[in-house]
Protein backbone atom coordinates (compact mmCIF):
# COMPACT_ATOMS: atom_id res chain seq x y z
CA UNK A 1 0.00 0.00 0.00
CA UNK A 2 1.52 3.46 -0.88
CA UNK A 3 0.80 6.73 0.45
CA UNK A 4 -2.05 7.32 -1.41
CA UNK A 5 -3.96 4.63 -0.62
CA UNK A 6 -6.32 4.60 1.95
CA UNK A 7 -7.80 0.79 3.67
CA UNK A 8 -10.32 -0.36 1.66
CA UNK A 9 -9.96 1.64 -1.17
CA UNK A 10 -9.02 0.78 -4.42
CA UNK A 11 -6.62 2.60 -7.28
CA UNK A 12 -7.61 0.30 -9.97
CA UNK A 13 -9.37 1.64 -12.83
CA UNK A 14 -10.76 -1.56 -14.00
CA UNK A 15 -14.75 -0.85 -14.23
CA UNK A 16 -17.34 -1.52 -11.74
CA UNK A 17 -20.27 -2.99 -12.89
CA UNK A 18 -23.65 -1.62 -11.64
CA UNK A 19 -26.90 -3.53 -11.50
CA UNK A 20 -30.40 -1.49 -12.58
CA UNK A 21 -33.25 -2.61 -9.92
CA UNK A 22 -35.79 -2.10 -13.00
CA UNK A 23 -33.92 -3.75 -16.05
CA UNK A 24 -30.85 -5.71 -14.66
CA UNK A 25 -28.73 -4.07 -17.14
CA UNK A 26 -25.02 -3.84 -16.23
CA UNK A 27 -23.34 -0.58 -15.95
CA UNK A 28 -19.66 0.06 -16.53
CA UNK A 29 -18.26 2.83 -14.21
CA UNK A 30 -14.39 3.70 -14.84
CA UNK A 31 -12.61 6.38 -12.09
CA UNK A 32 -16.13 7.15 -11.12
CA UNK A 33 -17.52 7.84 -14.51
CA UNK A 34 -20.51 6.76 -16.56
CA UNK A 35 -20.77 6.98 -20.20
CA UNK A 36 -24.38 8.77 -20.80
CA UNK A 37 -25.14 5.86 -23.78
CA UNK A 38 -25.33 3.42 -21.08
CA UNK A 39 -27.99 4.86 -19.05
CA UNK A 40 -29.73 5.84 -22.60
CA UNK A 41 -30.32 2.84 -23.95
CA UNK A 42 -33.65 2.75 -25.43
CA UNK A 43 -34.96 5.92 -24.02
CA UNK A 44 -34.33 9.72 -23.83
CA UNK A 45 -35.05 9.77 -20.43
CA UNK A 46 -34.40 7.89 -16.76
CA UNK A 47 -35.37 8.62 -13.31
CA UNK A 48 -33.14 9.42 -10.66
CA UNK A 49 -34.28 8.41 -6.78
CA UNK A 50 -32.00 10.48 -4.33
CA UNK A 51 -33.23 10.38 -0.52
CA UNK A 52 -36.87 11.05 -0.79
CA UNK A 53 -36.63 13.16 -3.99
CA UNK A 54 -37.13 11.73 -7.63
CA UNK A 55 -35.23 13.58 -10.67
CA UNK A 56 -35.59 13.29 -14.09
CA UNK A 57 -32.73 13.15 -16.44
CA UNK A 58 -33.65 13.80 -20.13
CA UNK A 59 -31.33 13.58 -23.37
CA UNK A 60 -32.37 16.61 -25.84
CA UNK A 61 -32.63 16.49 -29.36
CA UNK A 62 -29.32 18.66 -29.57
CA UNK A 63 -27.79 15.92 -27.46
CA UNK A 64 -27.85 17.80 -24.45
CA UNK A 65 -28.82 16.78 -20.56
CA UNK A 66 -31.54 18.32 -18.63
CA UNK A 67 -31.64 17.54 -15.14
CA UNK A 68 -35.23 18.73 -13.12
CA UNK A 69 -36.84 17.97 -10.16
Given at each position: MN???KPGTSRSSA???LMS???G???SVT???IDSRDLFINT???TISHGADVYR???TAQNKL???K
Open positions: ADSPEPASERKIDHRREILRLILT
